[in-house]
């Protein structure tokens, strides 16, 4: 059985760090590109950042030079670091596990950045 869960989310002051994690079981870790995707209160769901299974990586604009995504294949875990956090960045986070034509996901995880 396939799953993704997410930990590591909750409450954080403007300018704070949180450090997400995903891990995931039932399926090939390493042969997939994980990524970051988080939705906002009335909002799309948008692209946060991706890595490949080279560990290549790609981020979304907003969040360039804040947040870092990272992958150990052995613990078969995806992370996403996330430094000067401001409320733009306040949403859902969620986890997804793709290749070809699978796709997998998470339930996500709630990050509020508030005062």
């Known amino acids: 059985q396939v799953q993704l869960v997410e930990s590591g989310g909750g409450l954080v002051q403007p300018g704070g760090s949180l450090r997400l994690s995903c891990a995931a079981s039932?399926?090939?870790?390493?042969?997939?590109?994980m990524t970051w995707y988080r939705q906002a209160p009335g909002k799309e769901r948008e692209l946060v950042a991706t890595?490949?299974?080279?560990?290549?990586?790609n981020y979304a604009d907003s969040v360039k030079g804040r947040f870092t995504i990272s992958r150990d294949n052995y613990k078969n875990t995806v992370y996403l670091q996330m430094n000067s956090l401001g409320p733009d960045d306040t949403g859902v986070y969620y986890c997804?596990?793709?290749?070809?034509?699978?796709?997998?996901w998470g339930q996500g995880t709630q990050v509020t950045v508030s005062s």
């Open positions: 997804n596990g793709a290749r070809r034509f699978e796709s997998y």
């Open positions: 890595i490949s299974t080279a560990s290549t990586t």
């Open positions: 039932g399926f090939t870790f390493s042969s997939y590109a």
